[in-house]
């Protein structure tokens, strides 16, 4: 059962401009100082004086537990956006943490996992992938199909090159919607690369994505035999 | 949508040697949107007595005074859809979202 969230007070203390698309902050809390969160789970932000919120995946994993990472895409260029654009080094950002039930449910390494991901969805299941990963090292079987419109907005892929390379339990499965003539692997959307992979029936499966997304990816797994009951997905997105 | 009706602010007799005292809980009075609600849960966890998912996982009310007032408004203003609205029973005036 998840810990009930909390107003917390947090300092920006890095923002790391990934590609045009995505940028990575970190945050250091400053009261309490520390977070007991589950991988998946989100903090939901006040972003301006009137009281509107918004709510963003934390990418970190648990372990690092004084801080907090989120990971954004840009674009909508929406009021959440503009509130972190706008923060300098050292601001404090209140927050409400932390939040959401999109957490693994089994921690039988034997249960394999599919994260499926689109576009920023990937923050909550790359938290998810890091922290198996840490818990369980090569004995869970975990698999990660992310979804990107260009080849340009692909980001952390050293990082998950090397963990591939290092661990025959995890497979990538980079899937690039509107991809260049040499693009070597998976094309078009994130579901059109799920009906040609093999799917493990006996996985448990987690979406984040948009809405339509979600529903799109719980069709195409429910028509490959994934009972329903295995496959979860982060609502707020 | 279908809101559930506003309900006055609740106030409680409290009997204090012999005299009654009437002591105000809260004056603000929330309502579920139903068509907005995700079942994101959020408000649930942050405002457990006041909230619930029902079985059809979707939000509702289920005490106006379980939580404070602050709790209530945070729990609205956490609602990723806006689905739950914040009605001063006082003035009137909708607290959230804001009009």
């Known amino acids: ?4 969230p909390q107003v917390m007070t947090a300092r ?7 590609n045009a698309k995505f940028t990575q902050y970190r945050f250091e809390l400053v009261l309490p100082t520390k977070i007991h969160f ?34 954004i895409d840009v674009e909508p260029h929406g009021m959440g956006v503009q ?3 706008n923060l300098q080094f050292g601001d404090t950002v209140s927050v409400l943490a932390p939040m959401g039930q999109f957490v693994v449910q089994s921690e039988d390494p034997t249960v394999p996992l599919v994260f499926v991901a689109s576009g920023s969805g990937v923050a909550p299941l790359r938290s998810m992938l890091y922290d198996q990963l840490q818990k369980h090292g090569e004995n869970r079987k975990m698999t990660l ?6 080849e340009a907005d692909m980001c952390w892929t050293d990082d998950l090159k090397s963990i591939v390379a290092s661990h025959p339990n995890i497979t990538f499965h980079p899937t690039i919607s509107r991809a260049m003539d040499e693009w070597p692997l998976c094309r078009g959307r994130v579901t059109d690369c799920l009906t040609v992979h093999e799917v493990d029936v ?9 809405q339509q997304m979600i529903l799109d990816t719980i069709a195409v797994l429910v028509a490959r035999g994934v009972p329903e009951g295995k496959i979860f997905h982060e609502k707020f997105y | 949508m279908t809101p559930q009706p506003n309900t006055p602010a609740v ?3 409290n009997t204090m040697t012999g005299a009654v005292v009437e002591k105000q809980i809260g004056k603000y009075n929330v309502v579920v949107d ?8 959020s408000c649930v966890a942050i405002a457990p007595k006041v909230f619930e998912l029902d079985e059809e996982s979707l939000a509702v009310v289920i005490s106006q005074d379980g939580n404070d007032d602050d709790t209530k408004l945070l729990a609205a203003q956490s609602c990723p859809t806006a689905a739950i609205i914040v009605t001063d029973t006082e003035s009137g005036e909708q607290v959230w979202p804001p009009k």
Request: aromatic content about 12%; proline content about 7%.
């Open chain 1, 1 to 4: 059962m998840p810990n009930p």
């Open chain 1, 12 to 18: 920006l203390s890095e923002r790391e401009v990934l």
């Open chain 1, 38 to 71: 589950q991988s998946g789970q989100y903090v939901s932000m006040s972003v301006d004086p009137a009281g509107h919120r918004r709510s963003f995946s934390i990418s970190s994993t648990p372990e690092n537990d004084h801080g907090f990472d989120l990971f």
């Open chain 1, 83 to 85: 509130y972190l654009e």
């Open chain 1, 145 to 150: 199909f992310w979804g990107l419109r260009h």
């Open chain 1, 202 to 210: 006996t996985a448990e499966y987690y979406i984040c994505g948009n």
């Open chain 2, 11 to 13: 106030t409680t007799p």
């Open chain 2, 34 to 41: 139903r068509s907005k609600c995700i079942s994101a849960a």
